[in-house]
């Protein structure tokens, strides 16, 4: 059996319990590249996923209230590796390399789309894989390519829009509709899509309200 659909509305229970998690100090535990680099830690994860310049590392450093904690995957031999960090002992959060832009060589990249499917097919703590989406853009091939490879490899997946300060209202109800939409052909999305704004912090409580909603359930494979 798998988990119950989230309601469309979130309680304020787990609004309660994000302003707990998101209360902890982030700390960097490591990049990873490969499956015997990942941390054995009891803790559930969280991975966050886009194209390059979607607004990634802005978003991660508002959700956790740190100016420079996606800063890190900036430096030389990081940015194609998953950037791990522990939130208060409670959460993991997994940073995921931009995909779109050829900005690393070959060889690192491909090393990257070998471990890709590898850590979605087999990390067990992984509870939900929210993908970012620049709200002026909307859905790009690739994004849609890592949703195909989200639900073959049966990962729970949620859409953010980010940037919406800067897009025209229309531009994101369309979008917020569309992705309810996208539900129907993608069983593993949430139906449900924020929409953000690091510049205005616009959906930042609601999007760490999900992510507590994602980790409160038992894992699928776990019923
Ligand atoms: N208007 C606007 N710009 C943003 C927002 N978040 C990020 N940006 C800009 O988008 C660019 C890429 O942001 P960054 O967080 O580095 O994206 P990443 O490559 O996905 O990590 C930068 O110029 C940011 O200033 C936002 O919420 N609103
Ligand atoms: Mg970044």
Request: net charge neutral; aromatic share 8%; hydrophobic share 45%.
């Amino acid at each position: 059996m798998t988990a119950a659909a989230p309601e469309p509305s979130l309680s304020a229970v787990y609004y309660t319990l994000a302003d707990k998690i998101f209360n902890g100090a982030p700390r960097f535990i490591r990049g990873a590249s490969a499956m015997e680099h990942l941390p054995a830690l009891a803790m559930p994860e969280i991975a966050f996923c886009g194209r390059s310049n979607v607004g990634k590392s802005s978003l991660l450093n508002s959700l956790v209230r740190f100016k420079n904690l996606a800063r890190v995957a900036k430096t030389p031999g990081r940015t194609q590796e998953l950037n791990l960090f522990n939130l208060g002992d409670r959460l993991i959060l997994a940073d995921m390399p931009g995909y779109g832009y050829a900005t690393a060589p070959e060889p690192v990249q491909l090393k990257w789309q070998k471990f890709l499917p590898e850590y979605l097919a087999a990390r067990d703590q992984l509870r939900r894989v929210f993908l970012l989406i620049d709200a002026r853009h909307g859905l790009r091939d690739t994004d849609r390519q890592m949703l195909g490879l989200l639900l073959e490899m049966q990962v729970s997946a949620q859409l953010v829009l980010t940037k919406c300060d800067s897009a025209k209202a229309p531009q994101v109800e369309e979008f917020l509709h569309y992705g309810h939409e996208l539900a129907a052909d993608f069983p593993n999305l949430v139906p449900v899509v924020v929409a953000t704004s690091s510049k205005t912090d616009q959906g930042i409580r609601e999007l760490r309200a999900w992510v507590a909603e994602a980790i409160s359930h038992a894992p699928a494979s776990a019923e």
